[in-house]
């Protein structure tokens, strides 16, 4: 059963655009909502994260929505640039420390 | 060095060979951890070491057996492995088990088992 549901598994996204990545759980008892950028040939780096007492956080061009009562969290990418593309996983952490992966969407911003 | 490593960066294995993958992290951190990462799955862990001390095994088959011998070094040793246990292994570090949302990334060992 997964835990944390990702979609889409791709985009592409013209240059400039908005990038928007949805994230869904079940479990209310995560208590961190992670993202991870990959790039190819690189292990993931933690991009943003929010804490689901928050509804919106904001790093830049990136912005993390978070509804609570809908169960859903979702990444937005401003402006993208084509230096965005990669894959792009959300996570959510579970009172045991441990971190449950959603299966990644990658990201492809053409010019 | 800084960061996590990995090495080898690739791995080729026949199913009775027996091989092992390193990690070294330069960040002075008490937890590592080592993940599986396979197409269009999500990543699954598979070991948990904090101060050296397994502290998740995450019903991963005996084929792979995890060793950290100091708090900077960990190591995952292979043998008669699975066509199915081809992927990306990822190794990680975080400052403590329970700042898990800040761990820090090796860039994997790509595992091909023939």
């Known amino acids: 059963q997964q835990q944390v549901k990702q979609s889409p598994q791709s985009l592409i996204v013209q240059k400039g655009g908005i990038s928007i990545i949805n994230c869904a759980y079940e479990?209310?008892?995560?208590?961190?909502f992670p993202w991870y950028q990959q790039f190819p040939g690189k292990g993931p780096a933690l991009l943003i994260a929010?804490?689901?007492?928050?509804s919106e956080k904001k790093e830049g061009r990136f912005t993390i929505s978070f509804n609570k009562s809908a169960k859903q969290f979702s990444l937005h990418i401003m402006d993208s640039q084509p230096g965005d593309s990669a894959t792009y996983f959300c996570?959510?952490?579970?009172?045991?420390?441990?971190?449950?992966f959603g299966t990644g969407t990658r990201l492809q911003v053409f010019p | 060095e800084t960061g996590v490593t990995q090495t080898p960066r690739h791995l080729v294995m026949g199913m009775t060979n027996k091989k092992s993958l390193k990690c070294e992290q330069h960040?002075?951190?008490?937890?590592m951890y080592w993940y599986k990462q396979s197409a269009k799955k999500p990543l699954e862990l598979m070991f948990v070491?904090?101060?050296?001390?397994?502290?998740e095994n995450n019903s991963v088959p005996s084929r792979f057996s995890p060793e950290c011998p100091n708090s900077s070094h960990l190591f995952l040793h292979l043998h008669t492995l699975q066509p199915e246990d081809s992927a990306l292994y990822l190794c990680?570090?975080?400052?403590?088990?329970?700042?898990?949302?800040?761990?820090?990334f090796g860039p994997g060992t790509r595992l091909t088992v023939t």
């Open positions: 990680a570090s975080s400052q403590e088990v329970n700042r898990v949302y800040e761990q820090y």
């Open positions: 479990n209310t008892a995560f208590d961190y």
């Open positions: 929010i804490r689901p007492d928050v």
């Open positions: 996570a959510a952490r579970e009172w045991t420390d441990k971190l449950i």
């Open positions: 960040l002075g951190h008490n937890a």
């Open positions: 070491y904090s101060l050296e001390e397994r502290v």
